[in-house]
C-alpha cells in the first residue's frame, strides 16, 4: 500500500508559476507510475503528467506540454509538478496518483483508462488561477 499527500497549491495570477509537491510513503518501491491529476467545478478529472518510474519516461496532457514539467526524487520519494506560465483555465484541484498494478501497461491514456490504473490517491490540493 501506498500513501500520498499533495503540497504547494496555492492562488496566483496568471503567467505565475506554482510547484506541486507529493510526497509518497508505505511501500514506494511497487510504484510503476506516478502521476498529477485535475479536476476543475463541474468538469470530469483529467490527467495532467505522468512519469513512469523506472524509466523517467513523461507523458503530459496537450493543454499543459510546455508549461508543466513532472519529475521525481527517488531519495525522498517526492513527485514534483512545476507550473509556470499558468493561465486561469488551470484553475482545479490537483491530485497526485500512483499506480502499482500492471507493470506492463500504458501508464498513459484517456481518463477512463487513467482512472482504473492509478490505484492510490491523495486528497488534493487547490490552484487557483486568477486574471
Known amino acids: 500500500q501506498v500513501h500520498v499527500v499533495e503540497s504547494g497549491g496555492g492562488s496566483v495570477q496568471a503567467g505565475g508559476s506554482l510547484r506541486l509537491s507529493c510526497a509518497a510513503s508505505g511501500d514506494t518501491s511497487s510504484s510503476i507510475c506516478m502521476g498529477w491529476f485535475r479536476q476543475a467545478p463541474g468538469k470530469e478529472r483529467e490527467g495532467v503528467a505522468v512519469?513512469?518510474?523506472?524509466?523517467?519516461?513523461?507523458f503530459y496532457a496537450d493543454a499543459v506540454k510546455g508549461r508543466f514539467t513532472i519529475s521525481q526524487d527517488n531519495a525522498k520519494n517526492t513527485l514534483y509538478l512545476q507550473m509556470n506560465g499558468l493561465k486561469p483555465e488551470d484553475t482545479a484541484m490537483y491530485y497526485c496518483?500512483?499506480?502499482?498494478?500492471?507493470?506492463?501497461?500504458?501508464?498513459?491514456?484517456?481518463?477512463?483508462?487513467?482512472?482504473?490504473?492509478?490505484?492510490?490517491w491523495g486528497q488534493g490540493t487547490q490552484v487557483t488561477v486568477s486574471s
Open positions: 512519469i513512469r518510474t523506472g524509466s523517467g519516461s513523461t
Open positions: 496518483a500512483t499506480s502499482t498494478t500492471s507493470r506492463w501497461s500504458s501508464c498513459w491514456g484517456n481518463w477512463r483508462y487513467l482512472q482504473t490504473r492509478f490505484n492510490y
